[in-house]
């Protein structure tokens, strides 16, 4: 039975806020008739996108990625209400590589303002790739185009509050599981395999010291850098981390505001801007909802008022996102018009 695999964790729903689909718009309809209705549709979807995972390739400049199966393909959504539904290989844990990006950035602005972060770094896109340093050098004064890029985020994860790196990743970790509702933590191999190559960062990370965007130990700040990237979940976690953005930072199951309406609105503008690499602009055409995306195959988006999405799909595009998670979000901000342009 569907329902059995919808575990909806709180009070029955009058309305069910990822919207209608084409197949129950105008129809009067039950709740518990809606959700079975989206978790078979989202089953269907996963099969018909999953093909495309076969147009896209592992990503191997992290060593411990490669081992993931490029098939795999798992989606889960979070409603405002507190329902999750999923499909696919929803059991299935990855790390989430960039889409930390958007949490870090959250904690910092939450910690220093507005002003102080973006003194450090910027709020443009860029159409280079992620790991670029070209304009870092071009730029002057030098600083990072925004923080969804590498050199961006390095520059916030530096300004995490700690006495001690251990300070700061209980800090994060703990703002994490908070969004989360569970506990969660990261994989020592991926962050370590990452530690040891992350040579493209490092660099990074020494021009930035040099013209005083970042402060500190570059060792201390790659071993921060890395963990953050190996925080590990399953998609129904991210899809809450997406509903708490979703519904302007207040937690939907618990009521509690965890981040600030308006850093969350600056959040999600960055997600709509910056978060799907340099194809930003046409996730925006095609699909339009803010998302974060991540090497590991995972994508995190926010409906504004209506859910939160958890994809995974290990296998990638030619600039860093899933191929059947992007097939597959496109299929469904479709059914679901959930395009926010
Ligand atoms: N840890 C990865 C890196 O810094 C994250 C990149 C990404 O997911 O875009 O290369």
């Known amino acids: 039975c569907y329902l059995k695999v919808c575990h909806t964790k709180l009070k029955a729903f009058s309305t069910f806020s990822i919207g209608e689909s084409r197949e129950t718009k105008g129809r009067t309809k039950g709740a518990d008739t809606i959700v079975i209705r989206t978790q078979e549709l989202l089953e269907e979807l996963v099969e018909k996108a999953r093909p495309f995972s076969a147009e896209g390739k592992v990503a191997d400049y992290i060593p411990a990625l490669k081992d993931q199966n490029p098939s795999d393909l798992a989606i889960s959504i979070y409603t ?90 209980e800090r994060l970790i703990e703002f994490i599981n908070h969004m989360t509702g569970d506990k969660v933590s990261y994989n020592e191999d991926v962050a370590y395999s990452e530690l040891q190559t992350a040579n493209l960062n490092r660099s990074l990370c020494y021009y930035m010291k040099q013209h005083g965007v970042i402060t500190g130990n570059v060792e201390d700040l790659l071993v921060l850098y890395t963990k953050q990237c190996a925080v590990e979940m399953i998609c129904v976690d991210l899809a809450k981390m997406g509903a708490v953005l979703a519904n302007d930072g207040v937690d939907p199951e618990s009521g509690r505001e965890i981040i600030t309406r308006d850093v969350a609105r600056i959040c ?12 930003s602009g046409e996730f925006a055409i095609k699909v339009g909802i803010p998302a974060k995306s991540g090497v590991s195959g995972g994508i995190m988006g926010a409906i504004p008022g209506k859910c939160g999405i958890g994809i995974f799909g290990p296998a990638l595009d030619h600039v860093g996102n899933s191929s059947a998670g992007l097939k597959l979000l496109e299929m469904l901000s479709d059914e679901y018009s959930w395009s926010i342009f």
């Open 80 to 169: 405002l209400e507190n329902h999750s539904c999923y499909a696919g290989d929803h059991l299935k844990k990855f790390t989430l590589q960039s889409i930390s990006k958007v949490i870090t950035l959250a904690l910092v602005l939450m910690d220093y303002g507005e002003d102080h972060v973006f003194s450090k770094v910027g709020m443009e896109p860029t159409g280079d790739p992620f790991n670029s340093i070209a304009k870092l050098e071009t730029h002057k004064p030098s600083k990072p185009l925004n923080p969804m890029i590498n050199a961006g985020a390095l520059a916030v994860t530096n300004m995490i509050k700690g006495n001690t790196g251990m300070e700061k990743w």
């Open 268 to 279: 999600k503008t960055f997600m709509v801007t910056c978060g799907m690499y340099n194809t």
